[in-house]
């Protein structure tokens, strides 16, 4: 599999997690070595990953340059001619990539949206729609009818039962849309639809895994968002809106418009969002604009149609 090797400096920890959570937001796969097993060889596991990404990224701070171990990191990239991505949290630029051009992160802040979409020409990607497969087909095919079950909720509506058909904790979800963190909540959904197909977080969910996804999950999610903010978020917001639109499971003008509308392109649909471009508040966001599931908008398409198109939403 491939995916992005991050070299850093453990001194550097905190803002190298800000930056994995962003680029696995973007939908792009990390590997760090606090992935390393306790008992394996380190020195070797270090090199067998080094080989295998398709894209080095180094931190460059005071602290790594004196790192031993990312000096021996970067020489490898190096001679194996990786794609490399310096980024340059503090002190200055590195000669021994003084050829690659480095992007300021000075400050602890994140690169920009179009560092993200040239690191993502490196990785393939899933379609952007359904890629003209009648969707709502397949799923009549191949989904039998299942009980629906309920999502219970008290009496002043307040808390949701957070019910899962394969024992996922919903409990972080719960607090981060309580606490009115929408993007960290995306996030977080995303990584427990994972769970509920029994994917590991730097995956992603298969179409036919859609197709058959956990009823009480979807469920549960959906609820969820639509309690804590107003009613404006939730799959279920975003299929009315869907079929509003036609039902498109294909690209074209309706599809165009559903994304307009939910807030994912621009208001002539000549360009899809990117994700740090959504407005992420129920005050002014438009209906259906989250979850986006981690993706970006540009990558939502396939994966969308497919959920809509699931029977117990």
């Keep these: 599999m491939s995916f992005i090797f991050i070299s850093y400096s453990r001194q550097d920890q905190a803002y190298v ?41 180094v931190v460059m701070s005071p602290r790594s340059e004196d790192s031993h171990w990312v000096q021996c990191e970067l020489s490898l990239a190096l001679e194996l001619k990786k794609p490399i991505f310096p980024l340059l949290l503090e002190g200055r630029r590195w000669l021994s990539v003084a050829a690659i051009q480095s992007v300021d992160v000075i400050g602890g802040q994140l690169p920009p949206a179009r560092f993200f979409d040239t ?28 009980p629906r079950p309920s999502v219970k909720m008290s009496a002043k509506t307040t808390e949701i039962e957070l019910k899962s058909d394969k024992g996922v904790d919903y409990r972080e979800l719960q607090r981060l849309l309580k606490a009115k963190k929408w993007r960290e909540a995306d996030l977080e959904t995303w990584h427990r639809m994972l769970e509920a197909v ?7 969910i298969r179409l036919e895994e859609l197709q058959t996804f956990p009823c009480a999950d979807l469920k549960t999610i959906d609820a969820l968002w639509k309690l804590h903010s107003g009613g404006k978020f939730g799959f279920s917001v975003q299929k009315d809106i869907w079929i509003e639109c036609g039902s498109p499971t294909s690209s074209g003008k309706d599809w165009d418009q559903f994304c307009v509308k939910v807030g994912w392109q621009d208001e002539t649909a000549s360009r899809y969002l990117d994700y740090d471009e959504l407005k992420a508040n129920p005050d002014f966001s438009p209906a259906g604009e989250f979850p986006v599931g ?19 939403l």
């Design 17 to 57: 997690s800000t930056l994995v959570q962003a680029l696995q937001s973007h939908r792009l796969p990390v590997w760090i070595d606090d992935s390393i097993d306790y008992g394996t060889t380190w020195p070797r596991v270090i090199q067998d990953h080094l080989e295998q990404c398709s894209v080095f990224l």
């Design 119 to 146: 690191v993502r020409g490196y990785f393939s990607t899933p379609p952007t729609v359904a890629e003209s497969l009648p969707v709502q087909t397949v799923v009549e095919e191949k989904i039998s009818p299942v």
């Design 198 to 204: 029994g994917r590991p977080e730097n995956d992603w």
């Design 294 to 312: 981690g993706w970006g908008c540009r990558w939502v398409g396939g994966w969308v149609v497919y959920l809509l198109s699931h029977p117990d």
